[in-house]
């Protein structure tokens, strides 16, 4: 029962390196999301994947670039790390937002150093 | 004027105490809300929906005031394992995504 898989868990860049943030669900989930979360700000939203085929921008999509990859993967990409992209990086899904919420998954935590 | 905002706290509260936060939001057309639970360091999990009617879950009761814009959540009988940030959470009106306060922190103590 695995829910929501994010990899990695920690991983530190240097400026200007790029590297790929994976999610996994398996629940069936249609829709799928990228948070980034900030002290003092919250979860901001990087981008969604409202089904299979489709990628819209969030609140904050400068700097990333996403792929849905199938029904199940839903992956991040930072092409040239930036210090301003330190964050802690969390995964959803949901198969009915109105009704159900998302579940996360436990977060990437990244440092660009 | 952000989107949901909350009180951050924090609520520094005895074991026992009884316990309110409270959370307004911008959208009128919202149609659905929660409170999620982050403990340190973990993932937000969903603590409960909140319903027109106003709907409680054991020690923990959620209120809606549409009129108002106004979300609550009162947690009776505290315990340490209550400890953690509380996010309201909204719909972003006739859309999938959900919009997040920044949360209140609530520490429980002994």
């Known amino acids: 029962n695995a829910g929501v898989t994010q990899t990695p868990k920690f991983q530190v860049l240097k400026t200007g390196q790029s590297m790929t943030l994976q999610c996994a669900q398996d629940m069936n989930h249609n829709s799928m999301y990228w948070y980034r979360q900030d002290p003092g700000m919250g979860l901001r939203l990087i981008y969604y994947?409202?089904?299979?085929?489709?990628?819209d921008k969030g609140e904050v999509p400068n700097g990333y670039n996403v792929s849905r990859l199938n029904k199940r993967e839903f992956s991040l990409r930072l092409e040239s790390a930036a210090p301003s992209q330190t964050s802690v990086y969390f995964c959803a899904s949901s198969e009915g937002v109105s009704v159900y919420g998302y579940t996360f998954g436990s977060g990437t935590r990244l440092t660009v150093v | 004027r952000k989107e949901v905002e909350q009180d951050p706290g924090p609520f520094n509260v005895p074991e026992g105490a009884t316990v309110a936060f409270n959370c307004t939001y911008s959208n009128s057309a919202s149609q659905s809300f929660f409170w999620y639970r982050q403990d340190c360091r973990k993932e937000p999990k969903l603590l409960m929906s909140?319903?027109?009617s106003g709907n409680e879950d054991g020690r923990f009761t959620a209120q809606l005031n549409r009129a108002s814009q106004y979300i609550s959540l009162l947690i009776r009988d505290s315990k340490l394992s209550d400890s953690a940030t509380y996010l309201c959470?909204?719909?972003?009106?006739?859309?999938?995504?959900?919009?997040f306060g920044t949360g209140t922190l609530l520490a429980v103590q002994p």
């Open positions: 994947s409202a089904s299979e085929g489709t990628t």
């Open positions: 909140v319903y027109s």
């Open positions: 959470v909204v719909n972003g009106g006739a859309t999938n995504k959900l919009i």
